[in-house]
């Protein structure tokens, strides 16, 4: 013990096998340390905390959301192959059976993104002083908007929006109302229409992959 107590207080302080000097500053700066090492611990154990809450109610508020579109979808007639292609068909102009009831839908949907960006800061068409930052039901440290911010018009987003109407045009359904149709027994949508649909998406995600 003694020639450890006289070689720890004859060694230089810099010296290469010592990482903390010892003398009068070295356990206030061990205790602050240790301080700020749990004072960050416990903010990163309630920011998980925050974010596991914020997931738990987004599971609640996209099972709700999802409903209203289901329903939705439903009494506009969108779920109805016939209803999408008598809209799509532009040649019912001449014989007098085109069906412009699905535009109402597609404004409706516009007017209420509307009303909902109102109420999104930094999105809203309108100076709004109650504009939220985050949705209200989430917590604000940790809860954001989930909004699309790229305004580019490419050749892919264009390329893809071809084709999609292409696949619009011939099936009479997107994704949504597939989805719906499937989950309400249609042997063709659920046998030939996702089969198909599953096919192009692991294409696509080739093609993105070489351009």
């Keep these: 013990m003694a020639t450890g107590i006289a070689t720890a207080s004859l ?14 500053a070295s356990l206030p ?26 997931d738990s109610k987004k599971v609640l508020i996209s099972a709700i959301t999802a409903s209203i579109f289901s329903v939705g979808l439903a009494v506009s007639g969108m779920v109805k192959q016939h209803k999408v292609f008598g809209f799509l068909n532009v040649k019912g102009f001449s014989t007098g059976t085109w069906d412009g009831t699905l535009a109402l839908v597609m404004g409706g949907g516009v007017v209420v993104s509307a009303i909902g960006y109102y ?21 604000e440290s940790c809860g954001k908007f989930n909004i699309p911010t790229n305004t580019v018009i490419d050749l892919q987003l264009l390329l893809g929006s071809a084709i999609f109407g292409v696949g619009w ?11 719906f149709v499937a989950a309400s027994g249609s042997p063709k ?22 351009f």
């Design 169 to 179: 045009g011939l099936g009479g359904l997107c994704p949504g109302p597939a989805l």
């Design 29 to 54: 700066v061990l205790l602050k340390k240790s301080m700020k090492g749990k004072v960050l611990d416990e903010r990163e154990s309630d920011l998980k905390s925050k974010e596991k809450e914020n």
């Design 11 to 24: 060694c230089p302080d810099d010296s290469v096998f010592r990482e903390t000097p010892v003398g009068r």
């Design 119 to 139: 109420w999104v800061k930094g999105f809203n068409y309108f100076p709004n002083e109650r504009a939220l930052s985050c949705p209200l039901l989430l917590d």
């Design 189 to 210: 949508v659920v046998y030939y229409w996702w089969p198909a649909n599953l096919v192009g998406v692991f294409l696509a995600e080739q093609a993105k992959r070489l």
